[in-house]
């Protein structure tokens, strides 16, 4: 009907354009024209013809074909582009608020095959249902745990988003959605549903250093679907008299986030154990937060190298480590009827105290260290993706931080003071990006004649990424990081522990030691997200260049007096959203100084992460960490 109703149509004048008769003279005729071709010297890289290509290959009934069918997914992703931009804590069910809640609806989706933004995914490939065979579901009690309204109970303004953000903490929760069923509302009441997926939690490997030695981990991050974790990490083979090492912990989440944790490490000259409860101020709602934590030590040191050809002496080391804090979160009025005030006056008081039952020296003395804060904390959470995972939603924290720590050193020798100030800021928009700058300054005073200061440390922290562009169906982001560690009359013998990895420069390994007192890292990364997947692992492309400057003044004081040390690289990362470890990332590095390989190139695989988030809650009170 479409083709008659085209010849019934009215005719048109027949035309004739001289100009077409003959081939155009390419020197002389307009642009309009000559007749356009793609130049096949500069013709761009056509992404959707290799895909389709690779699509009819997988069409295909041969081995290779079905293998690259098992291999490759063309599916394309449904991504949810609505509120990303918008404040997590924001107010898009103020209408609800104070409402009693009826009823709630949970949901608990498997690891594999499953999207919560778009509803008809199911598991179709053989490892996708392979994997949600082996994989206990989350529960609905433990999902429980982590909301903060009750059936029966008003709800409470940003009940919502916080528990939405609270459930995608958890390491067991890929992503969650937790809305109000607005068909069933009515004036004085609501029904809320709450939807999850899971990652697949069991964690296992085995690493094999020699045909005798190796190492061998086993884990799980959602325990019979009740969140609880456990680690274990058995070495064999090791050229010690205690050829094997073993280290476990085990952690169980009860209400109200509370958290118990008992944890084992045994190994040649070591053994420690210990347990510990604490719940940590986990949202601004929280009023309360503390911990109570007792360890004990058990080891054998050795005071000085011995004679060539003799063998260490060691001396036994027994220690017994009682640690307890506690912290009230006082809010702010608000202004604003129905909208908390974001900030927060924080108090917190901590009591650490350490006593020896066996000493190689006279230098161990028992001790007891009081510590307390006071400070000013405002926390917002934004959404958006594409920073550390492929497409999930990511809650990036932002706010300002202000606190002061005071605390005392009862000690027999000389009894110090301890003093440190902290202020901390960030912001964040999808236009502009992510900025967070940080400082920290503390340091002793000892309480003797002199009133010296010593053990000082400037600590600065520097976070940064660009908004996230668009090239086709890829996308990239740049990063930035530094950090920088200022060690002011620190004493003889403390050095930081180097700059190698994840306290400097990526895969760097050094031909010597580094013996620093100052340090000051800076960190910069270009990330690219392609739309390429292998067995569920997403691909991204990173280029990377790291700069580290060292100072080896037996005080401290600027690093910036020696060249640095720098590093170039390229690699590939590969990620896994649904399973408990996530990140693989194989790189390619250049060292111009300070690498073991002679020619300055090393390949190595790490699982760091381009940047951490800080978030701007007080926790327990503490020493600035040199290291």
Known sequence: MVFLGLLAGPTQAQTFDPRTAVPPDSLHAREEILPHRADSLRQRFDEQRMITRLQAYTRRKTIAGRTASALLNFTKRKEEQAGLDAVLLDRQFDRHNFKIVRRIDIRTLDAFGYSLTDSTRQPRTFLEKSGNALHIKTSRSRVRQVLLFRPGQPLQPQALAES??????????????????EVTTTRDSVDIEVLTTDVFSI??????????????????????????????????????PQAWAYEGSYTAPFRHFVYAQARYRNEFNYRSGGASVKRDFYSPSARYAGALSLDSY????????????????????????????????????SYDLGYENPGRIIVAARIYRTEYSAIPTVDYRPGTLLLGTVGYSVRRYYKDRYLFGFGRTEDVPTGTLISFTAGYDVNRVIPRRYFDARIAAASFSTRSGYLYAAVDLSGYQRLDAGRDWEQGLLGTELTAFTK??????WQYRHFLTSKGTIGINRRPGENLQGINNERGLRGFSSSAPILATSRFVLNYETTVFTPLSLLGFRLATIAFADAAWVSDRPTGGTPFAGAPYTAFGLGLRFRNEFTALRTFQILVGYYPRGLTAPNGVRLFETARETVTFNDFGLGSPGTAQYQ
């Open 164 to 181: 939405e953000r609270l459930l995608r903490q958890t390491p067991e929760i890929l992503d969650a959605r937790v809305l109000v069923n």
């Open 298 to 333: 058990s080891q054998n040191v050795a005071l000085a190298a011995p004679p060539e050809g003799q063998p260490y002496v060691y001396y036994p080391l027994r220690y017994f480590v009682q640690d307890a804090w506690v912290g009230r979160s006082l809010r702010l009025r």
């Open 203 to 240: 964690t296992a490997g085995i690493e094999v250093g020699t045909p005798t030695a190796g190492l061998i981990t086993f884990g799980d991050d959602n325990f019979l679907g009740q969140g609880h974790q456990l680690a274990n990490s058995y070495r064999y083979g090791r050229d010690l």
């Open 468 to 473: 996230l562009y668009h090239f086709g169906n």
